[in-house]
């Protein structure tokens, strides 16, 4: 039996997030406490108090979502020992790399900080949308993205089979849902979000994103990271690095890197982190393999039916 580590991106965020965990768990506070004297901002606070207009911008979702993450993982402790896999969703891919050693937790919480504004201000210098498309197979939605003329338009996330989301330019991703529902989309639906995330308008966030983690340390991850771009394990730090940029402007093929995990030998998943998103799209993703997840002290006993 072999087990894998997977951690939420951003969207997974709440008004709330991390409180119960630092009452019941004192390495949970003192890594909720870490954070905010790392970024000498009250992140902690805003967590659980909110505003959620606030929480949800990305600048503050993304280092958000890690800290829980990670506060949650620290506080499972030994019931999590042993993975032989680890990944995340876009964001989550940082919180993977965190748990495998790849990169420190004070470097991660600065990176993903600065990757949200990177990512809100490329998001103003070229501005954009993105829209989930439900009913369509990957080939399918990748070849009505072709067939857009209107703009910019290609597939962003390749969440589960019949769940792809496209991002671009306006006119592009409008085109390009009108072209989704002629080949026979159930619905399309476009998401509430500050830019065209992992499309080619991101462009200027990775270039500043790879300027600034050419001066981080990333080691050898303890066990290997599967890439949201390759779908395929990472071993080594210096192409965790190159990968972790080319992520801001490539798909992430989240499902391919489920079915990586599965045909690895994986049979048991543990999501760690607000919400249970990732556990939910297992469902389809991972029928035949156990699911629990870690975000919340109630939540810590599915660790026991995984």
Request: hydrophobic share 45%; aromatic share 4%; glycine share 10%.
């Amino acid at each position: 039996m072999s087990l894998a580590l997977i951690f939420p991106g951003q969207g997974s965020q709440y008004v709330g997030m991390g409180m119960a965990l630092g009452e019941r768990y004192r390495v949970a506070a003192e890594t909720l406490a870490e954070a905010d004297e790392i970024l000498d901002f009250p992140l902690s606070r805003l967590m659980a108090e909110g505003p959620e207009d606030e929480l949800t911008e990305t600048k503050n979702a993304q280092p958000a979502i890690l800290v829980h993450s990670v506060a949650a993982l620290r506080a499972a402790g030994g019931a999590l020992d042993g993975p032989a896999l680890a990944a995340g969703h876009s964001l989550g891919e940082f919180s993977a790399h965190v748990a495998a050693g790849t990169l420190s937790f004070a470097d991660a919480v600065r990176v993903v900080r600065l990757r949200g504004e990177l990512m809100f201000l490329a998001g103003v210098e070229r501005p954009g949308a993105m829209a989930a498309v439900l009913g369509l197979g990957d080939a399918e939605t990748e070849a009505v993205c072709a067939r857009v003329r209107a703009g910019i338009c290609q597939p962003a996330n390749f969440n589960s089979e019949g769940q792809v989301v496209i991002s671009g330019e306006v006119a592009g991703v409008e085109e390009g849902m009108a072209l989704a529902k002629e080949a026979g989309a159930k619905k399309c639906v476009p998401l509430k979000v500050s830019g065209a995330f992992h499309s080619a308008l991101m462009e200027s966030a990775a270039t500043r994103l790879r300027e600034h983690l050419d001066g981080v340390e990333l080691r050898d991850p303890a066990y290997p990271v599967v890439s949201n771009v390759t779908a395929a394990p990472v071993s080594r730090g210096a192409e965790a690095r190159a990968l972790l940029v080319r992520q801001v402007t490539s798909p992430v093929r989240w499902s391919a890197s489920i079915a990586a995990m599965l045909s690895s030998g994986v049979d048991r998943f543990v999501e760690v982190g607000p919400g249970k998103v990732l556990s939910t799209l297992n469902r389809r993703n991972a029928p035949g393999a156990s699911s629990a997840w870690v975000g919340e002290p109630d939540d810590f006993a599915s660790l026991g039916e995984a």
